[in-house]
């Protein structure tokens, strides 16, 4: 789909911001149709993106998103860190953007 199409022209050009926007894509239509381990294993290359290139606001989503999956899959644990995680570094962003 346009998706693939996005994501092979993203990785051609070597613009990996957008590649890792379009696995997070990927990832939730994936997750949509109950193929967990593949959405994850999307998710999960988001995020190694969006962490290498430091965007912390799409690793924040990237980790609501492991948090829901993990908790659609009975892993309630994994579910709490990863939102955790989410709610830390939403709260950092808002901290941040109230001291600008």
Known sequence: ???Q???G???KIGDKHLAAIT???LGIITQGRHEFDAAES???RSLAIFDKLGIEYHSVITYHLLG???GLRGRYEESGDWLTKAI???RRQQDAALEK
Do not use: D, N, P
């Open 88 to 90: 830390v570094g939403f």
């Open 1 to 3: 789909g346009w998706y």
């Open 9 to 11: 022209i993203s990785e």
């Open 23 to 25: 696995y997070k894509q």
């Open 5 to 7: 199409k996005s994501l």
């Open 68 to 70: 829901i999956l993990a």
């Open 42 to 44: 999307l998710y999960r």
